[in-house]
């Protein structure tokens, strides 16, 4: 299978040899960031030759060879180019060379490595110059860098294209996802004043269950059997935080328990949950044409998935009219639903909810609204994100109902902070509020029982 010409068939000893399996991801993204930090030239080159490759490789024949043989070509190639300009390069250095022209090649160029670096949650590109990653809850800068511009928009292309999408001038601000569902926001000019802004959720590979939410100390044992047992008992539930606090990640979690004998349907802008059951079906928004036409939005699928005969609706997050349409299908037979919304506390996400609701322009009084706020929705999960970086259940609030005009909420659980360590980390210790929330007698006549001391405010959790 002829890949490229027959002029650059030449090859070096050393060009035999295979790159490199990935075994350790975190290292050689590391080692090639030092590289480039040593050897900025190595962008340029990089960009040059990644035009040489599209001259001179079969682009119609790529997607049809193994990545092994593709990458066996890539090697040749980048050596011989290597030896041509008299670029110094050791073995090691000439490997991470040509891995990073495949990305280039196949992948989304310079930031690749950070996207197979498990220990990274955010990539942060901050114009073509500038670009930092959030490790373990902290921001840091990294190396990596663009060409310049016109480098970082083409990757920005590949990854909007890929989902359909696009970004330019007309349409300056887009979101999308990539392959492995990792979430994407791109602006560019003119409303990003210095350059294109790209911000990168990565999508774990390895779904946060409640298991390992202990493990990392987010959330203790007897209130993650709580929630699984409102789960399980079709307790309707928000799931409220700030940006990046995990909200998505707990609501993956929730759904765990949910019952495989269940239909869902999930709902949102950019499709990140990981439901493991057998039966769900998953929908997603869809921005403007062009023309300014075609758009369809959270409230058009909520609207259509109450005619698909779920059992249960999960709303990705919930931050418009859509409200309305959601606490409708909560107090209509969908009990035991599930979204998300932007708070910082559990008696803010009720405002923030009333807010919404009113935007669909329906003729309520704010009292109506309420009643069905507290009808809808029985339990409210609150999550922050600390100033050490770690992310935690800062309280459980149940929705007892309506007092006046007024909803009626009692913290269950809550996270009592007590100061910091030497290393700045937060010293806290979660604690039951002495409330034995009401939805624990009807949990019970389902056959899902909490033992006392859960709610007992002198027990250590």
Request: a neutral charge.
């Amino acid at each position: 299978m002829r890949l490229i010409s027959d002029r650059w068939r030449v090859a070096t000893a050393n060009a035999e040899q295979e790159l490199e399996p990935q075994l350790q991801v975190n290292k050689e993204a590391k080692f090639y960031e030092e590289l480039v930090a040593s050897k900025p030239a190595l962008i340029d080159e990089k960009v040059k030759l990644h035009g040489h490759i599209i001259d001179e490789f079969n682009l119609s024949m790529i997607d049809r060879v193994s990545t092994e043989d593709l990458a066996r070509e890539v090697k040749r190639f980048v050596s011989e180019y290597v030896l041509r300009e008299r670029i110094a390069l050791n073995q090691k250095e000439l490997e991470a060379f040509a891995a990073e022209v495949l990305d280039e090649m196949v992948g989304l160029g310079p930031i690749e490595p950070l996207l197979k670096d498990p220990t990274i949650n955010d990539i942060l590109i901050n114009t073509h110059n500038s670009v930092y990653v959030e490790r373990y809850g902290q921001l840091e800068p990294t190396p990596v860098r663009f060409k310049d511009e016109a480098h970082l928009l083409r990757i920005v292309n590949k990854m909007v294209a890929a989902v359909g999408r696009r970004v330019d001038e007309s349409s300056p601000l887009v979101d999308a996802r990539l392959p492995d569902g990792s979430r994407v926001n791109v602006a560019v000019r003119p409303v990003a004043v210095d350059g294109p802004l790209v911000s990168i959720r990565k999508f774990s590979k390895r779904p946060f269950s409640f298991d390992r939410l202990i493990e990392i100390g987010a959330i203790k044992a007897p209130i993650a059997d709580v929630l699984k047992g409102a789960v399980k008992g079709r307790i309707s539930i928000i799931v409220s935080g700030g940006t990046g606090s995990g909200k998505t990640t707990m609501l993956n979690a929730l759904s765990a328990f949910i019952s495989s004998k269940e239909r869902l349907i999930t709902i949102e802008d950019a499709a990140e949950l990981q439901l493991q059951q057998p039966h769900v079906a998953r929908m997603e928004t869809r921005p403007p044409n062009i023309e300014g036409k075609g758009e369809i939005r959270q409230r058009e699928l909520v609207k259509n998935a109450l005619r698909m005969r779920p059992d249960r609706i999960i709303l990705g997050e919930c931050r418009g009219e859509e409200a309305f349409d959601m606490l409708q299908a909560m107090n209509t037979g969908h009990e035991g639903s599930m979204t998300t919304i932007h708070a910082n506390n559990p008696r803010d996400a009720m405002r923030r909810l009333e807010q919404m609701v009113g935007m669909a322009a329906m003729p309520m009084t704010a009292s109506s609204i309420r009643g069905q706020i507290a009808s809808a929705i029985q339990l409210v999960v609150q999550l922050q994100r600390l100033s050490d970086g770690k992310r935690r259940v800062m309280s459980i609030a149940e929705i007892t109902g309506m007092e006046g005009e007024v909803i009626q909420m009692q913290e269950i659980f809550k996270f009592v902070r007590e100061g910091l360590d030497e290393h700045s980390h937060v010293i806290g210790a979660f604690r039951a509020t002495g409330v034995r929330p009401k939805f624990a007698q009807d949990l019970k006549a389902h056959g899902i029982e909490f033992p006392a001391h859960i709610f007992d405010p002198t027990t250590t959790l």
